[in-house]
């Protein structure tokens, strides 16, 4: 069974950063993609990024500059660092581990899902 823990949201203001971590447990890390996703009230849940197994990324256009994935094997973590947050940033951050080890940008080739934290950015 795979396990999938968030945490570091919270309330931060605009221009702000913050940093979210992601512990994996129950397969094997370091093979798969993962993935951060977001969905705001009323909205799609949209790719915020992801990184494949050997490091690479990809981000949604309007998170390129502001936010970096990163992972770390040994500890079964990833990470997205945001910075330069903005009110429309608000939303439940997801993290996924993919079925495969590519950084896709599609939320139907995930196939375990964290609980979601939440991350809220005032103006």
């Known amino acids: 069974q795979v396990q999938l823990v968030e945490s570091g949201g919270g309330l931060v203001q605009a221009g702000g950063s913050l940093r979210l971590s992601c512990a994996a447990s129950?397969?094997?890390?370091?093979?798969?993609?993962m993935g951060w996703f977001r969905q705001a009230p009323g909205k799609e849940r949209e790719l915020a990024a992801a990184i494949s197994w050997d490091g690479y990324t990809e981000y949604e256009d309007s998170m390129k500059g502001r936010f970096t994935i990163s992972r770390d094997n040994a500890k079964r973590t990833v990470y997205l660092q945001m910075n330069s947050l903005k009110p429309e940033d608000t939303a439940v951050y997801y993290c996924?581990?993919?079925?495969?080890?590519?950084?896709?940008?599609?939320?139907?080739?995930?196939?375990?899902w964290g609980q979601g934290t939440q991350v809220t950015v005032s103006s």
């Open positions: 996924a581990v993919g079925a495969t080890g590519r950084a896709s940008r599609l939320a139907r080739e995930y196939d375990y």
């Open positions: 129950g397969r094997t890390f370091s093979v798969y993609g």
